[in-house]
């Protein structure tokens, strides 16, 4: 199994879907998650850090279940401007952070 | 805002030759990271590095690199005899602290090295 499992998409929505995402992680022990989103053949930046009670920011609401060791990100109300990959990552151990594959998503006018 | 910024942002090497990439952290950051991402892949873990020492690193990271803080604000990669698998964008991150809820990373806008 992947330390860290994204399906790959490309999810296509239209402007205005609402669309989740899920990833999950192998290493039980694993304390910090995090959801970066990156634009084609530029850098990882952070979206949002999940927490265990579950967050949310504007658009965006990130959700971890400890117990199935998934994580989900849903974006309501997509903008042009999410089309991007978004990565899911996790501590696997001390400070090394694993990144998943990544999910591409594509709005559409 | 604070930015982590990296030099080359592209550089092209003959295979077998040695190349630096440079990185100047976030300066109240404590942490420092190199990650690469090879053309179509996912982002991989290289080495970490605190209080002037590696911290961690991956099995990706063989004798074939180094790093070095050779002063107060560069993080350098070093990366001897180039192999063609070499080319990827390189990032380099750097963090406040780690811990549950602490290691957010912040990367720079990467190094390309292209391997011929």
């Known amino acids: 199994r992947k330390e860290v499992e994204q399906d790959p998409g490309p999810f296509n929505v239209p402007e205005g879907a609402t669309v989740a995402f899920n990833c999950t992680y192998s290493n039980s022990a694993s304390q910090s998650f995090f959801w970066y989103r990156q634009d084609c053949r530029k850098e990882p930046k952070l979206l949002m850090s999940v927490y265990s009670s579950g967050n949310e920011d504007g658009r965006f609401t990130a959700q971890l279940n400890r117990a199935s060791q998934y994580i989900s990100l849903l974006i309501r109300d997509s903008k042009l401007s999410d089309s991007a990959t978004y990565l899911c990552?996790?501590?696997?151990?001390?400070?090394?952070?694993?990144f998943g594959g990544g999910t591409r998503l594509m709005v559409k006018p | 805002e604070p930015e982590v910024t990296q030099t080359p942002s592209h550089q092209v090497t003959q295979m077998g030759q040695e190349v630096i990439l440079r990185c100047v952290p976030i300066s109240n950051h404590l942490y420092f990271y190199w990650y690469r991402q090879i053309l179509g892949q996912k982002v991989e873990f290289l080495v970490s590095f605190y209080n002037n020492e590696i911290s961690e690193k991956s099995e990706i990271f063989d004798d074939q690199f180094s790093v070095e803080r050779p002063d107060g604000s560069n993080f350098t990669l070093k990366i001897r005899s180039t192999k063609l698998e070499d080319s990827a964008m390189y990032f380099c991150?750097?963090?406040?602290?780690?811990?549950?809820?602490?290691?957010?990373?912040?990367f720079g806008a990467g190094s390309r090295l292209t391997v011929l």
């Open positions: 991150a750097s963090s406040r602290a780690t811990g549950a809820g602490a290691n957010v990373l912040t």
């Open positions: 990552v996790v501590n696997t151990a001390g400070n090394m952070l694993t």
